[in-house]
């Protein structure tokens, strides 16, 4: 197990804040609201993620969606071509959009400003967490990941396109992954098997190399991909 710096117990503590929350249903954050249909769903976000290497996508369905799979399989459970690592939220999901054509042009022209001064990064994930309408595999980061979304709300905010969603803090931010969304109450046998998996992970560091910049619905359907950046290398 590799050894956790001062940001990534920082991260940590931010983690266990929102679980705490979730537990105390006084949620301090933006969640997205459950519907029946998700793959159509209509309502559409302005957002950058990174799009997961075919290692790192088998290794979470073998050990993680195919067993939770087994208890739950009516819950909408992500597709392979749908996993991401959200990377920076713009806008978050509405119908009609919170973003036009010309918000579009203007964030990408910001995007290949900053993004293309930073280098790759590791993520290091170490957990699950259920969150009320969905379940997401957690990890802590190193600082880059910080420095891209400070540097980018500062030049968000200059051209007024302001990140609109609401976070628990601003300062440290980590890595979240959704696996899949909640069409109906969990069972305790489904929590259970969620905390054994979570204990288990003992994964090797993840690298983020890119960064992809599209327009989609909260399971990465109807998506739009606008650009793609590569990281430099470590």
Excluded at 24 to 43: C, K, Q, W
Excluded at 120 to 143: C, E, H, M, V
Excluded at 163 to 177: E, L
């Amino acid at each position: 197990m590799y050894k956790q710096t001062t940001h990534q117990k920082n991260q940590i503590n931010i983690i266990n804040q929102i679980e705490k929350q979730i537990k105390d249903n006084l949620l301090g954050f933006s969640t997205v609201a459950p519907i029946e249909d998700y793959e159509n769903d209509t309502r559409l976000c302005l957002t950058s993620v990174h799009l997961p290497n075919s290692t790192l996508i088998k290794q979470i369905s073998n050990q993680i969606i195919t067993p939770l799979k087994k208890i739950e399989p009516h819950f909408y459970w992500y597709k392979p071509t749908s996993q991401h690592l959200t990377i920076k939220n713009i806008k978050v999901i509405n119908d009609p959009p919170h973003f036009s054509e010309t918000d579009i042009d203007k964030v990408e022209t910001v995007f290949s400003r900053v993004v293309l001064k930073y280098k790759s990064f590791q993520i290091y994930f170490y957990r699950l967490l259920l969150f009320p309408n969905n379940l997401a595999l957690i990890g802590t980061t190193d600082p880059t990941l910080d420095a891209i979304i400070s540097d980018l709300n500062h030049e968000l905010k200059v051209i007024d396109i302001p990140d609109d969603k609401v976070y628990i803090n601003r300062s440290y931010f980590f890595s979240n992954m959704t696996l899949c969304r909640f069409n109906s109450k969990i069972s305790q046998k489904f929590r259970d098997k969620v905390k054994i998996i979570s204990d288990s992970i003992r994964w090797q560091p993840y690298t983020i190399d890119s960064i992809t910049l599209l327009s989609c619905n909260a399971v990465l359907e109807k998506k739009r991909i606008i650009n793609t950046w590569n990281l430099k290398l470590l």
